[in-house]
C-alpha cells in the first residue's frame, strides 16, 4: 500500500477476536465486487487472509466457499460460480512472476473472474490501476485491523460506507 492516493475511499475497521468477522467483512466485500475487479490482499502470516477469502467466496456466491484455502504452492486456485474467484498467492514471487511472465497475466487479470492476489506487494508491478486492496494485522488487542482502500479511477466508491454496512454490533 505504497503512496497512497488521498482521494481513494478508505475503510479503518478494528474486527473483535472472532474470525467470523473476518469472513463476514470478506462476505459484505465479495457482494459488492463486480467481474473484471482485482482484490489486493495483504497481511503476515496468520492474520486471517484465507478466512477473509472464504468470506469472500461467500459474498460471491461461488459454488462451494469452504473450498478455499491458501494456494501458496499451487499459486492460483480457481473457484468455480457464476463469477469465478481465481486466488492467487505471490509468497513464492518468482513462482507467480514466471507464470505471469509465460502468459498468467492474461489469464489472472481475466474481465469476466474476480481475483484476489495474496502477497500483492511482492508482485506490485504486474497489478492492474484499479486494485481493492485489503490489508489485514494482528494488533497487540485480541481481533484484527483492518485498512480497505480502492485505488484507481471511479474504483470501489462503497468502501467508504463499508463500516457502517458492517454494523458489527
Ligand atoms: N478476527 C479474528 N479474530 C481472531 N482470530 C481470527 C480472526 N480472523 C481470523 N482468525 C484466525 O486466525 C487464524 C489464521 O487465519 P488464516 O488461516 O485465515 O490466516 P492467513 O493469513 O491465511 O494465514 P497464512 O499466512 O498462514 O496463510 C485462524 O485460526 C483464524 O480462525
Ligand atoms: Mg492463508
Aim: glycine letters at 10%; charged letters at 25%.
Amino acid at each position: 500500500m505504497s503512496a497512497p492516493d488521498p482521494a481513494s475511499p478508505t475503510c479503518h475497521i478494528q474486527l473483535a477476536d472472532d474470525p467470523l468477522q473476518t469472513e463476514r467483512l470478506g462476505e459484505l466485500v465479495g457482494e459488492r465486487l463486480q467481474p473484471g475487479d482485482t482484490v489486493a490482499l495483504s497481511g503476515t502470516l496468520g492474520a486471517g487472509k484465507t478466512t477473509l477469502v472464504r468470506g469472500l467466496a461467500r459474498g460471491l456466491d461461488i459454488d462451494d466457499p469452504d473450498a478455499v484455502s491458501s494456494p501458496t504452492y499451487l499459486l492460483v486456485i480457481e473457484h468455480d460460480g457464476e463469477i469465478p474467484l481465481l486466488h492467487a498467492d505471490a509468497y513464492l514471487p518468482k513462482k507467480l512472476e514466471g507464470f505471469l511472465d509465460d502468459g498468467g497475466l492474461e489469464y489472472l487479470f481475466d474481465p469476466d473472474k474476480v481475483v484476489v492476489v495474496e502477497w500483492p506487494e511482492r508482485v506490485h508491478k504486474h497489478l492492474p490501476e484499479r486494485v481493492l486492496w485489503i490489508e489485514l494485522s494482528v494488533t497487540a488487542e485480541p481481533g484484527r485491523k483492518v485498512v480497505v482502500r480502492g485505488e484507481g479511477a471511479g474504483g470501489f466508491p462503497w468502501v467508504a460506507d463499508l463500516e457502517t454496512i458492517l454494523d458489527l454490533g
